[in-house]
């Protein structure tokens, strides 16, 4: 029996595609997490983004972070991976990387600049604050992220 297999750019073209992107958990001394505001949407979000081609969550992470708040952090340990199955109008499931970008001194928030071209503001809120702003399928990141963060270890949340 002979097996006929697919040319390896056909056999590529077929396999299941999803969207990227990348977020850091940032607290301050009092244990607030930072969230951002973007001007092109109406809720808040995390800091941020899509990752590019060919680009690694943890640095697209770190990339986000210094465009939308001007500083350049440490992206530390993966905290939460978040997969979102496809949704019309977007055809792809959606991965989600969460980062620990650790926690702000007093001078570091001091320091924060955000991006005016893409962001209206920025705020150091509650967990519950938190999951009043955000939109509800990137809420439970925060939480997660939280707990990962406790626990030494990452959090997997997919949604179905």
């Known amino acids: 029996m002979t097996h006929e297999f697919l040319p390896q750019e056909q056999w590529y073209a077929q396999l299941p595609a999803m969207y990227g992107s990348a977020s850091a958990l940032i607290t301050d001394v009092d244990d607030l997490v930072l969230l951002v505001k973007p001007n092109y949407r109406d809720h808040w979000n995390l800091p941020g983004g899509v990752i590019d081609r060919n680009e690694a969550p943890h640095d697209a992470c770190a990339r986000e972070i210094l465009e939308e708040i001007g500083l350049e952090l440490p992206v530390g340990e993966l905290l939460v991976i978040d997969w979102v199955p496809e949704v019309d109008p977007r055809p792809r499931p959606f991965v989600s990387w969460m980062f620990d970008a650790g926690t702000l001194s007093t001078e570091q928030v001091a320091a924060i600049r955000i991006q005016v071209e893409e962001l209206d503001d920025h705020a150091f809120v509650t967990l519950d604050r938190a999951l009043e702003l955000l939109p509800s399928m990137v809420a439970p990141r925060v939480p997660a ?8 270890r990452p959090i997997y949340l997919p949604k179905h």
Not at 145 to 152: D, I, N, S, T
């Open 145 to 152: 992220a939280l707990r990962a963060r406790a626990l030494g």
